[in-house]
């Protein structure tokens, strides 16, 4: 069974004082394994963010069910048992942070649910050598990186230790290096811990990694499949305005031109590897996808 | 002439305190008049720094800026006029807003440079026009924009004091590819028109690549390559082992460059289809999609 299953799930924001809707999402049906990774792409206003905010019960649907571990989110007695199963990380660590030094901050979610502190030491512990952070424990949160806040505020997570954590562009404000030290904590928590892992993102290439990718546009769901079943259909992403990674966008311009090339390139070194037996110097057989 | 030159540019903060810190150090570089300026770095290589020296927010601990060949801080009571001649958008300066109406709160600027009502709004108008803001938003509360049309507000507020130099500081962080490629269009269109000097800091180097002349690179608080965009990409390797990454195009020829094809580091998917055409094997054979 799915671990989060939403069914016919819609969704609408309150506009006017005479009670006006606007819905955002219309009717969306997805399923969740536990241990998956999933990407969730889509520009702004796609729903995206709406729909992850409905995988811990922060927003209840206004139409259908959402279940996580089988639990009716809609059933409010139901809600600190969700949330301790699924947690959410958001874009800016500014926000996410709140205690002065770096373990407190960690331990603040555990304290919350009235763990033993000997356990809670333990957890903190446990979650920051996992983010790798450990030694930054005593630290002050604002003189950190905003990839290191970031890793603080999954920490902060971990502790609590959820089945899953739903992250909302959590790189979305970090430099290149930042994304990368968040971008490999996530998969080695799903890799290691086996945390279902559900990522928002705008960037193409951070949903590369994931075992499943789900397009959203218009509160619907636009696609979905592996990578690479997702970002062969080059046409369908860009006709919705969405990019595709520049490694991919490059094979099918020149596979469009009617070269012999495969439809299935997803980074720089499958791309170099399809380019090559064409070039005119090479002699190399050519490529098969994986 | 330079518009504006740094020479032997020196900020530490703390200077005499334990916890000391020079972010900027013995930067010297000249930015020219028209020109389209990128400024890479990783968090911490000093750029944040080096831009608010430009427009006298920090006071160099040494060395000097120039704006128009002149000492910026020669006579300190001036120094708010620097700040009209070099417009500064912050990071989220969305958050700047405040005005009852998004006029007013572009009108802001050119109000403090002294200019009257009529003018002011004259100007507002035109700066809007540049972001793509639309004529009946002007009228509104800044606070019923959507995240998108905050940003090009702010940015707008500071185009109107129609400075010679704008300087942007990831002006696209947060927002989706396509609200990125609009603004980053809008910015590149009056860079052109008013051929007003444009200074880009941005993580994003396929922005970088798309939209500069030139690119200078911080380093550690040095300025480590300063050359066209093309050329400082094409020293991707080093780029890389600074924290810092070339546009995945860019990469990839680069890495066809080092098994030894003729092939140029080129900085779009455009230019890499030019640049691969000729090189493919004919003989093609046509996929039926």
């Known amino acids: 069974m799915d671990y989060l299953t939403c069914d016919q799930v819609k969704f609408s924001y309150e506009t006017g004082e005479n009670g006006e809707s606007h819905e955002v999402l219309h009717g969306v049906s997805l399923g969740i394994r536990k241990g998956e990774f999933v990407a969730l792409l889509g520009h702004n206003g796609s729903g995206k963010s709406t729909l992850a905010k409905h995988f811990n019960a922060m927003l209840l649907p206004s139409g259908g069910k959402v279940y996580v571990d089988g639990l009716d989110t809609m059933d409010e007695s139901l809600k600190i048992e969700i949330r301790r199963r699924v947690g959410l990380v958001l874009q800016n660590p500014d926000n996410q942070l709140i205690a002065s030094v770096v373990e407190e901050d ?12 000997p356990e809670i030491r333990r957890r903190v512990d446990d979650a920051l050598k996992a983010v790798e952070m450990y030694d930054y424990r005593l630290n002050a949160p604002y003189k950190l990186s905003g990839g290191q806040k970031q890793r603080v505020a999954i920490a902060g997570i971990i502790a609590m230790q959820p089945d899953c954590i739903v992250l909302d562009e959590p790189t979305a404000m970090l430099d290149p290096r930042g994304r990368t030290e968040v971008l490999d904590t996530i998969h080695k928590l799903n890799r290691e811990k086996g945390i279902t892992i559900v990522l928002i993102t705008h960037y193409m290439d951070e949903a590369v990694g994931a075992d499943r990718v789900v397009v959203m546009d218009d509160g619907k769901i636009l696609t979905q499949g592996t990578p690479r079943e997702v970002f062969s259909q080059v046409q369908l992403l860009k006709n919705h305005q969405l990019d595709v990674p520049q490694a991919t966008e490059l094979v099918w311009r020149l596979r ?6 495969p439809d299935c390139v997803l980074d ?5 590897d399809a380019l090559e037996p064409l070039l005119k110097s090479s002699s190399g057989d050519s490529y098969v996808c994986p | 002439m330079f518009v504006l030159e740094t020479k032997d540019l020196t900020y530490t903060y703390g200077a005499g305190t334990p916890f000391q810190k020079t972010a900027v150090d013995h930067v010297s570089f000249g930015i020219e008049k028209g020109e389209f300026l990128g400024i890479i770095g990783h968090t911490g290589s000093g750029k944040s720094t080096l831009i608010q020296t430009l427009n006298g927010l920090l006071r160099p601990t040494s060395g000097s800026v120039l704006l128009k060949g002149k000492d910026i801080w020669a006579e300190p009571k001036k120094i708010r006029s620097v700040r009209f001649q070099v417009g500064m958008v912050f990071q989220y300066p969305e958050h700047q807003l405040f005005e009852e109406t998004v006029l007013k709160d572009i009108c802001f600027g050119p109000g403090n440079m002294g200019l009257g009502t009529e003018e002011s709004e004259a100007r507002a108008r035109q700066a809007a026009k540049f972001v793509g803001l639309d004529e009946d938003l002007l009228n509104q509360s800044p606070f019923e924009l959507s995240g998108g049309q905050k940003r090009r507000a702010a940015i707008a507020g500071v185009i109107a004091m129609d400075p010679d130099v704008l300087i942007l500081d990831e002006p696209t962080a947060g927002l989706d590819p396509q609200g990125r490629d609009r603004l980053l269009e809008q910015i590149s269109q009056y860079h052109k028109v008013r051929g007003s000097t444009v200074v880009l800091v941005s993580h994003s180097m396929e922005d970088i690549a798309r939209y500069a002349d030139r690119v200078l690179v911080m380093n550690k608080g040095k300025a480590v390559m300063l050359d066209t965009t093309e050329h400082v990409f094409a020293r991707g390797r080093e780029l890389e082992g600074m924290g810092l990454r070339v546009p ?14 003729p092939v140029h580091p080129v900085l779009t998917v455009d230019e890499a289809v030019e640049e691969l055409r000729p090189l493919l094997k004919k003989g093609r054979v046509q996929h039926g999609s």
């Open chain 1, 106 to 117: 960690v331990a603040f979610g555990p304290e919350n649910l009235g763990i033993a502190p």
């Open chain 1, 256 to 261: 469009s031109e009617g070269y012999d090339l």
């Open chain 1, 268 to 272: 720089i070194g499958e791309c170099v």
């Open chain 2, 248 to 261: 995945q195009i860019t990469s990839i020829l680069l890495y066809l460059q080092e098994k030894g094809y």
